[in-house]
């Protein structure tokens, strides 16, 4: 009798007991989770009504992140295109000083030295036009996977065609020479020496720079095309006026010296070079207007990041100190548990009465 009773007793009572006990095991399961992981649930399913918010959270701040990205990118890419057109400006201002040296001394010494100083120079600027950031020619545009310049600027069909005109200074006018060589660099065919993306004026060049997407519905063009204007406004490229002028001065030695209209040709390359001195000027210009902007909106795209990072922590990260709290409550009313049903298997009949 005394087993039969302390069986029913056991075995009617115990089973809640032993439920109990799983939800509490469960629990503190559940408690440990939080506290390793920081959050409530693994799942958005164990958020509970506060899923919702949360699923609608996530996506957002994972745009933000990408646009973030694209921001970073792209102030890389800016950095780099300002370091190679600094350079491409100094060799504007070696092409300024040959210039004027020949102006005032005329001798088969200066002018050879000149048409080689810009011989090089002209591999120089391709170099530094064929530029890359990462897998992407910063100089190309939106066609930035392709080099912007094809082929060697010295050796170029362009180079050859500048070179013939030049060797008629003496039969043609300085004007017509100038004019001539102008018109070449202005007219160049796919490959020679640009890409075919980028030969084209420079008003649609100027409208080919990189598109950037740097928020919900908000796109920004950021950089330079190699042939592009200087502003909206310009009618004329810096880069190809440089190049041209650098053509010129390389060809030099095909001409007389001592050809009257010598001077005069000097004379137009110089003013043409400032118009690519004050060209190049404004265009780094424009860089540091567009990297000041991205520096902006980085710094609005990071505190948007946050504000939603806090916002998904508030429905998801756990309180580890009210979590700790639980954990110790869940470990006692286990223990109590355990010892109550320990109890329980030795009770008696006469533990009932």
Known sequence: MTGTISSFGFGGISSQLLLGVQNLSETKDSLQLQTSTGVLSSSYSGLGASRTQALALQPAITQVSAWKSNVTNAQSTLTTTQTALSQISTIAQDLTSSLSTLGSTLTYSTVTTAATAAQSALTSLGNLLNTKQGDSYVFA???????????????????????????????????????????????????????????????????????????????????????????????????????????????LGSSSTSASDYSSLISGLQSSMETVTSGLGDMSG????????????????????????????????????????????????????????????????????
């Open 141 to 251: 545009g939106q066609q930035n996977t392709t080099a912007p310049v094809s082929t060697d600027l010295g050796t170029s069909d362009l180079a050859t065609q500048i070179e013939q005109a030049v060797s008629q200074l003496g039969s043609s006018t300085a004007d017509d020479v100038l004019g001539t060589t102008e018109n070449l660099a202005s007219n160049t065919a796919a490959g020679q020496p640009f890409s075919e993306a980028v030969s084209t004026s420079p008003d649609q060049a100027y409208q080919q720079k990189m598109q950037v997407i740097v928020g919900q519905s908000e796109t920004v063009s950021v950089g330079m095309v190699a042939t592009q204007s200087a502003t909206s406004t310009s009618t004329s490229s810096p880069i190809r006026d440089l190049m041209r002028n650098l053509m010129v001065v390389a060809s």
């Open 286 to 353: 424009i860089l540091g207007v567009q990297q000041n902007s991205l520096t902006t909106q980085a710094s609005m795209l990071s505190q948007m990041s946050s504000a939603l990072t806090t916002q998904l922590g508030q429905v998801k990260d756990a309180d580890l100190a009210q979590v700790s709290t639980q954990v110790t409550d869940t470990n006692n009313q286990l223990q109590a548990s355990y010892s109550l049903i320990a109890d329980m298997k030795g009770m008696t009949l006469a533990s009932y009465l």
